[in-house]
């Protein structure tokens, strides 16, 4: 390294570029390259994990099926709930009063129970788009998990529209 005294001489770009070797040595074995089938087969042996790529990594597609599972099923419980309470806020209000203290009992629970499944799907969708995401990431079913994390971004938009418009058809 040179000096930022400048009253000391100061090597030039050339004497610089003349200390460097002309040829990098390149490294024994690229950084990037994957490891060979049969180091992957003696490193299974020795008891070390390996991270496989290609032919070799054959992985279970289940995640991605229980990703998907999850988003159906998170989304035809939102919209069940959502058509249900839809269908019911506007006769309801239009029977009791505009308050939800004044209609009966029996709708106040069932109402609190459908607003109880929203949040459940709410964190069922969520899950399911989380392992939607490792699905996809880690290749162990990339298409149902796509397919997954679609279902359940799209489901909420779905059962609010839903509950929207049987709300003002059923009023």
Partial sequence: MTSTDFSYPQPTDDELAAQQPRVPNPPAQPIYASPHPDDLDHAHDAGATARMDGDASAKSPTLGKAALTLSIVAMVLSLAASAILGATAGPSEAASGY????????????ATVLVGVQGLCTCVGITGIVLGIVSTVTGRGRTPGIIAIAVA????????????ALSFIFA
């Fill in 153 to 164: 971004a799209i489901a909420p938009f779905v059962s609010f529209g839903t509950f929207v």
């Fill in 99 to 110: 308050y939800f203290t004044d209609t009966p009992d029996w709708y106040q629970t069932l």
